[in-house]
């Protein structure tokens, strides 16, 4: 049989406009996908990660979808389920920042948390065979107890972020196991690309940099820079999320560099990148980030600590590499630097 004869399998993605789900779409519309994706109504564009994938739908040939739906919305997502009848569903809709998790945290809950379930009820109600990924997260570890962290460490929540999507992953294993369901959890350490949501430490970093090079900002403000991280690029990460659904059979993995760097230590090389190498001074709060010019352009606000931090986070994703065949091709520094270019480009054409 011919490829182009091949029927093309169905994939829906929720947060198919957040960072993972634009690079998800594109691995899988390369890969000969259906693709539908669930967008929220908002009162200004947010779709602005894929319109570079989506194309009028009155032409030929289109395999990209979009329809309007709420993980909050039980009866959109049911209508939605069996009007498209997926044969993979990849859930990365969710609130997806741990700070503003302590500030809603019963929204966290509906969406990230029982998200989930509304969408394994949907399946089972209407009798889908389809296969079911859940974007679950090394938050789930929070104050850990073994390093480095793999599928048997315990979990220790320690946002309603976290406790959010610790009852995602015991659900999506609740459902696996009860109904013999082909759902499986991503334990994924932090990814990170030029399309990172700007809040988020590493592009908050790269996008301030770039705007202090190019003059159009004085200083950054940071929180914790002694918080550590496995920080890898998440156009690797999608495609561990695609092999895990191509297995055998359901089960969870860790997927991580096997790396960990500090917050600060992501400022030196993205600063040092850019030919203004830092050097700190101070303690604590006072601490204070110096550039070549002897210009302060790193800065402590407590307003960006959080009520509980994680402090550590480093994870072997040796199963997933044995099983899978999976492993990140990003290193930290390139890393840094793919996301600092992209911020000089973009500021350089688009100063805001
Ligand atoms: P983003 O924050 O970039 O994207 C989140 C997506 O969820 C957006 O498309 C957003 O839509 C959508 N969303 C938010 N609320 C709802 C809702 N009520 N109903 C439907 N969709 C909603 O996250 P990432 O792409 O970084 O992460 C993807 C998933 O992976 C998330 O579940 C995250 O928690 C998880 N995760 C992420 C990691 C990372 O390091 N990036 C690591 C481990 C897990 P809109 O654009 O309209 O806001
Ligand atoms: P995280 O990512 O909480 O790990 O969750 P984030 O980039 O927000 O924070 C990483 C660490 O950096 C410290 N930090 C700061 N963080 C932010 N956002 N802003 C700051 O100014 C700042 N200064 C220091 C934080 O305290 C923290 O220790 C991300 C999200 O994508 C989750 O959805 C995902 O599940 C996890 O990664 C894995």
Redesign the pocket.
Known sequence: MSSSATPRKTALI????????SYLAELLLEKNYEVWG???R?SSF?TGRIDHLYRDPHESEVHLRLVY????DASSINQILKKVRPDEIYN??????VKVSFDVPEYTGD??GL?VTRLLEAIRELGLNARFYQ?????LYGKVVETPQTERTPFHPRSPYAAA?AYAFYITQNYRESYDMFAVNGI?????SPR??ETFVTRKVTRAAARIKLGLQAKLYLGNLDAKRDWGF?GDYVEAMWLMLQAEKPDDYVVATGETHSVREFCEVTFKHIGMPITWEGEGVHERGIGPDGRTLIEIDPRYFRPAEVDLLLGDASKARRELNWQPKVTFAGLAKMMVEADLKNETEHPR
């Not at 994924?188 to 990170?192: G, K, R, T, V």
Request: charged fraction near 20%; hydrophobic fraction near 30%; glycine fraction near 18%.
């Open positions: 929720t947060g198919i406009t957040g960072q993972d789900g669930i967008i929220r908002s947010n739906g709420d993980l909050s990365l809709g969710a609130q997806s920042h969406v990230t998200g974007a679950s997260s090394s938050e999507k994924l350490f932090n990814h990170e990172r949501g998440a």
